[in-house]
């Protein structure tokens, strides 16, 4: 949650986190009226959504009515959101160096520099200052600030996209040559609570080079979110692929994963936690 300050704001999360894959956001702000209400509901009451550049980069492309509707429902999300780091190897660079595994994946970057855009209008010469409100962080005006940012960080993705086609097809010819390589650059990697972000880039890596042959455009940067979405949220909305990629990692406490038509599920299940927990 975005907490704003005299001087600032606070990045801070208290209970259990959502990540909701693109998809899922357009799924949730333009069908079924009832469930985006019983979302927002549930957000508001503890629940925090993982966000990141990327997600904003992406969902800046709609225009129109559904752009409109869009905007709405993130707006309606408020300060509820936690701005995520999307790179997998710094987060897990950050975990081996012992940081807190809260803030390794914590991008408080990201929000910085939109701050600072927002304030470059306000100089000394113009005798007004930005006034701090919870309303400056809604996520509607972050997709704002991003879409002109969106082309670049297209690129960086298809780029992203294509090293990571190119080696792990590399590794999967060096595999079939050699089928004992496999388990020996590619181990199964047990879990380890604090080590989250490495369990699951390690053995989503063995995955991706088993399936070389089958990865497709954007799966580069769907391999990011996956990785921090299902390390650090508790209830996670993937596409379908991607759920069965991280259903085949070695047992582990990781997020509650939902595909494409399990969004109800995903819900009712955030609800049943809140009131577990409202009973506890």
Known sequence: MIRTTPTGFNVGVSGPVVYLDNWAFIELAEKDPTRRRRFIDAVHSGIDVLFSITNAAELSGPQGQSADTLKAFLNDIGTHWFPARMDPIE??????????????????????????????????????????????????????????????????SAEFDEMLRTKMSAARERCKRNPTLLDKKFPRIPFDAARRAYFVYSNLLRVMTVEANSLKKGDGMDFCHTVIACAFSSFAALDTQWKRRIETLPPNPLARLYSPLELDQMVMDMEWWLLGNRAM
Request: charged fraction near 25%; glycine fraction near 6%; aromatic fraction near 8%.
């Open 91 to 156: 987060v897990v660079k950050r975990e081996a160096n012992g940081e807190d595994p809260q803030s390794v994946c914590t991008d408080e970057t990201f929000v910085k520099r939109y701050l600072v855009s927002q304030m470059r209008p306000y100089t000394p010469a113009c005798g007004k200052s930005l006034e701090l409100s919870d309303r400056l962080f809604h996520l509607g005006a972050m997709l704002d600030w991003v879409g002109p940012q969106r082309e670049s960080i297209s690129k960086t």
